[in-house]
């Protein structure tokens, strides 16, 4: 198992312009989160969903728009890049719900600078 | 979204036993807490979980008072690769979750 892949793993952006971050689990879990990390802090959950074709928001989603077509992809997209999305984005994925079974596991993250 | 609380850091010298608690009030019947190890550019690793009392793995013990409102990571016998920042997370059983704290960062010396 590959576990959860995230692409790109940098990128840099002028402001106004937009992107999508991916992400992929192969371990057929049916939670996922985007979060985000800015330096010397902890992380914030940005949107995460429960399954495919269900999404919501977490404590930071203003400037992003998640979409959950498969079990196995979950994309943030950025619309209008702002320097203040700057930050290392992290997805992960779980069984979670009535499994009882919370443990998250992580992608390497993406580094993105808004410019 | 209710929050976590964790000491901002801790020292700790190689071979000692190393407790960080998360307090974390506003935690719901249904609430799980979970443990997480972070170095620096990776994502976090998962430690442990619990529900109430304690529960232990090979890498750790995690003790939950019977109030739930905080928790106790303890590692036992810590080395140098055990410096990282530790973060709790309160998740519920509909993916609803608190947000990470700013995690507490562990320095271990020799």
């Known amino acids: 198992n590959a576990g959860v892949t995230q692409t790109p793993k940098f990128r840099i952006l002028k402001i106004g312009q937009s992107m999508t971050l991916q992400c992929t689990q192969d371990?057929?879990?049916?939670?996922m989160y985007w979060y985000r990390q800015d330096p010397g802090m902890g992380l914030k959950l940005i949107y995460y969903?429960?399954?495919?074709?269900?999404?919501d928001k977490g404590e930071v989603p203003n400037g992003y728009n998640v979409s959950r077509s498969t079990t196995e992809d979950f994309p943030l997209r950025l619309e209008l890049a702002a320097p203040s999305q700057t930050s290392v984005y992290f997805c992960?994925?779980?069984?979670?719900?009535?499994?009882?079974?919370?443990?998250?596991?992580f992608g390497p993250g993406t580094r993105l600078t808004v410019t | 979204l209710a929050k976590t609380t964790q000491p901002i850091s801790m020292d700790s010298y190689e071979g000692q036993e190393v407790n960080i608690t998360c307090s974390h009030n506003?935690?719901?019947?249904?609430?799980?807490i979970t443990w997480y190890q972070q170095f620096p550019s990776q994502g976090p690793r998962f430690i442990i979980q619990g529900y109430k009392t304690k529960v232990t793995n090979e890498v750790a013990s995690l003790f939950i008072p019977a109030d739930r409102k905080s928790s106790t990571l303890s590692l036992p016998r810590v080395s140098l690769s055990d410096t990282a920042v530790y973060y709790c997370l309160v998740v519920g059983n509909a993916g609803n979750m608190l947000t990470f704290g700013g995690g507490t960062r562990l320095m271990v010396k020799p």
């Open positions: 969903s429960v399954g495919a074709g269900i999404t």
């Open positions: 992960a994925s779980s069984y979670g719900g009535l499994a009882g079974d919370h443990e998250q596991y």
């Open positions: 371990m057929n879990h049916n939670y």
């Open positions: 506003n935690i719901a019947t249904n609430d799980y």
